[in-house]
């Protein structure tokens, strides 16, 4: 059981073929501190925290954000759909400010990849974040904490146009282990936030195209 726990919770040494690293540049880095400062996120965590909860209860409409619903064995999760009134800059910065939201949850980032797909008539481009949950109270002083799980957050986009995040948790099914929150838990921590202000409405075109 303890080189199981050593397992989970060590950094994966290597991406799989097609996978390599990626990390932002200074530059990027920089103009998404100032998109974080500025909470340019609030336009959008309210609108897909909604928009989740109508699809869950079957009342979701053609207007508005879309989310679709993921349900595996062992796996939950959603897909929020990329919408042009985001721009493809904002939703760049959505995607690495969701990662930042469960490092903050007691997570860690085990790997951030990105794999381009050339096939005939497309290019697919992904990027794929694993976080695993910090190693508290374990192993030897009790059961670890999951949290919500291991949870991966991916970007998929298409000839460079984004389709959707995918957002997935799945239980570590171990006695070693607490019972896992829930998915809807998980959401709940990353979306539910107040409405944005005017001013922040307003900065929305500032990042609309460029990441």
């Known amino acids: 059981m303890f080189n199981f726990i050593q397992n989970l919770f060590r950094p994966k040494a290597a991406a799989s ?28 965590l309210s609108p897909y925290y909604k928009a989740y909860h109508l699809r869950k209860g ?3 409409g053609a207007r508005g954000l879309r989310v679709q619903l993921l349900q595996e064995s062992g796996r939950e999760g959603a897909l929020f759909f990329f919408d042009s009134s985001i721009g493809p800059g904002n939703f760049r910065h959505f995607y690495e400010y969701l990662g ?13 990849d990105q794999c381009t797909n050339r096939k005939a008539q497309h290019t697919e481009t992904a990027l794929k974040q694993l976080f695993k949950p910090n190693p508290t109270d374990c192993p030897k002083t009790g059961r670890c ?4 799980g291991l949870v991966t957050v991916d970007l998929v986009s298409m000839d460079g146009q984004p389709l959707f995040i995918r957002l ?5 099914l171990e006695a070693a282990f607490t019972p896992a929150s829930s998915f809807d838990e998980l959401l709940a921590s ?3 936030a107040p409405p944005p202000d005017a001013a922040t409405e307003a900065r929305i075109q ?6």
């Open 190 to 192: 990353l979306l539910n």
């Open 100 to 112: 930042e939201k469960l490092l903050a949850l007691g997570y860690h980032r085990a790997c951030a």
């Open 58 to 60: 079957g009342a979701a």
């Open 17 to 44: 073929a097609g996978w390599h690293a990626v990390k932002l540049s200074a530059a990027q880095a920089r103009r998404h501190a100032q998109w974080v400062e500025q909470r340019v996120y609030l336009n959008w």
């Open 206 to 211: 500032e990042y609309h195209d460029r990441f």
């Open 145 to 148: 904490n999951q949290r919500y």
């Open 168 to 172: 997935t948790s799945n239980a570590v």
